[in-house]
């Protein structure tokens, strides 16, 4: 039989966050990062994809291999590791994260190995070497996969920094020397596939950062992804270079500097900090305030901030916030009341819209994209990482480079690559899974949420006594009728109720596993004979 590997994406295309994805040969099947989606659908927090398929895989499955630490690639973890139990690979500030996180899910048996960029481990029969990405959080790695149709290369998400930070690196030789010996295909992050050019390098991000909070009179609130260290570390840089205390708000960012700090990406700051309760006591050009909630979400230390509901930290008129960030899509309305809530109040605002300067995307634009193909030269290239539309427009680049061999492939096809051939051969089941606080939502769950969303939810609560009713059944109604009339009409279907069920006898209810249970006068039955 002629060798093959399967690429399968479980979750990650058509959607923003929840990337995974199996590449299968022979026997040995790996999962690639195992990400997490955030939501506000049915009431769930997070969703991810659905893993019934990779949990089939069972003892072919030998390993989960995660490329960083983003939670769009490795958020999922607790909820997989819950169900199967299987070594996961995860570069240093990666493994740091998952380990916090396995902790608060209290699994505390996972096989979590470290491996940082230029780390080779033979998993069954696949070679996995690791080499280093530009990215916005630290110790970010793509995948050069030796397998028996060849070597295949994934990007894992990349920029490439012209003018790289202490800490940043690009392993370019290691990819020239792969491409010498002939890559058979390229997987690559299509996040930037629309944006024309380079994409802005983080030391110009920093140099801006600095500039605002230099011409910044009062407060400065800082907000910015947490996750990246090197942008934590020139804020904390610049606050000390200004004289400038620093209060840490929000969890994620206590968590991420904490990490940081463990793993040596920034300097000792316990000078530099301050504890909420004594911003008050500073002066107000004295105080800087990195702040969670880039994304405007409600119970973030941004958005209470922004509501003046903080209960030890307030804004005031003169006081400046600096968004570090962008409005991940989907999520520009409610980033934009939070802008809103502070400009009302005379807080001095600046976002990435009217100063593109102050942020720096993790994700590389179309040039960087180029230079990716033409470093690594693949015979065949599949973008990943990205909607239908940044891949198929990364697609197209790859085909002006003269990649005769490109395909575009959805969330469950299985990609089948041999030595010379490519193509989809067949589809997997896919889904999406929803968590509301730890535990997944069933379909049935999310079917009676949507209905109960739609049409409101009506309780009729009957008490009887040997089988007949006892008194006027109880209603309950919300989200069916208004004010007034909602009392009204509870008590017209009360008595409809009483006066279909007159005169009915009900059996007891019997449990399924105690059917000898004797009813009990007065508990709860359900309704038979008839009733419509
Ligand atoms: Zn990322
Ligand atoms: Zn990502």
């Known amino acids: 039989m002629k060798d093959s590997l399967h690429f399968i994406p479980l979750g990650g295309l058509n959607e923003i966050g929840m990337n995974c994805a199996a590449l299968v040969c022979g026997d040995t099947t ?32 030998k390993a989960i291999v995660i490329t960083h630490g983003h939670e769009d690639h490795i958020g999922a973890l607790p909820y997989l590791l819950k169900e199967l139990s299987v070594p996961v690979f995860a570069p240093p500030y990666a493994a740091a994260l998952i380990e916090d996180r396995l902790r608060e899910h209290r699994l505390t048996n996972v096989d979590l190995r470290v491996s940082p960029a230029g780390s080779q481990e033979q998993i069954g029969s ?34 490439i920094e012209s003018d790289p930070c202490e800490g940043q690196r690009f392993d370019r030789e290691r990819l020239q020397q792969v491409a010498g010996d002939g890559v058979r295909l390229l997987l690559s992050d299509s996040t930037g596939a629309d944006v024309e050019g380079r994409a802005r390098i983080e030391r110009d991000a920093e140099t801006a950062l600095e500039e605002w909070i230099g011409r910044s009179p009062h407060r400065v609130v800082v907000a910015t992804f947490s996750s990246n260290a090197f942008r934590l570390r020139a804020v904390l840089r610049v606050a000390r270079e200004r004289g400038r205390k620093v209060c840490l708000l ?83 309305l409610s980033v934009f009341d939070l802008v809103n809530r502070f400009e009302r109040r005379g807080i001095e605002v600046v976002t990435r819209d009217r100063n593109p300067e102050i942020h720096a ?39 002006e480079e003269g990649i005769a061999q490109t395909q575009l492939i959805e969330n469950g096809s299985v990609l089948e690559v041999t030595r010379d051939t490519i193509g989809v051969v067949d589809t997997v089941p896919t889904g999406r899974v929803y968590i509301d606080g730890m535990r997944a939502l069933s379909s049935k769950v999310i079917a009676e949420r949507r209905t109960m969303g739609s049409a409101g939810l009506v309780t009729v609560l009957l008490s009887l006594k040997a089988g007949r009713l006892r008194e006027l059944p109880q209603v309950l109604s919300r989200g069916v009728f208004d ?28 449990s399924p596993k105690k059917r000898q249970l004797r009813p009990r006068a007065g508990s709860w039955s359900r309704i038979t004979g008839g009733a419509r």
């Open 30 to 61: 790996i999962a690639i990062d195992c990400g997490i989606g955030f939501t506000d659908e049915h009431g769930a927090e997070l969703v991810h994809a659905d893993f019934t398929w990779l949990q089939r895989q069972r003892s072919g499955l």
């Open 126 to 159: 696949i070679s996995v070497e690791r080499f280093a990405v530009h990215h916005s959080i630290a110790d970010a790695t793509g995948l050069i996969l030796d397998t028996p149709v060849g070597t295949v290369v994934h990007t894992g998400d990349f920029k």
């Open 250 to 332: 929000g969890m994620s960012v206590l968590k991420h500097t904490e990490t940081a700090r463990a793993l040596a990406l920034i300097p000792s700051v316990d000078d530099l900090l301050v504890a909420p309760d004594e911003v008050d006591g500073l002066p107000r050009d004295q105080v800087l305030i990195l702040a969670g909630g880039t994304q405007g979400e409600p119970a973030s230390a941004l958005s209470r901030l922004g509501r003046d509901e903080h209960p030890r930290v307030h804004l005031e008129a003169g006081d400046t916030v600096i968004f570090s960030s962008r409005a991940i899509p989907g999520n520009e």
């Open 361 to 399: 995307s993790g994700h590389g634009s179309r040039e960087e994209q180029r230079s990716m193909i033409r470093l690594v030269r693949p015979k065949a290239f599949v973008p990943v990482h990205g909607t239908h539309h940044h891949r198929s427009r990364h697609l197209e680049l790859a085909a």
């Open 483 to 510: 004010g007034a009339e909602r009392l009204r009409v509870e008590q017209k279907v009360a008595e409809h109720v009483r006066n279909r069920l007159k005169g009915r006898r009900f059996q007891p209810w019997r």
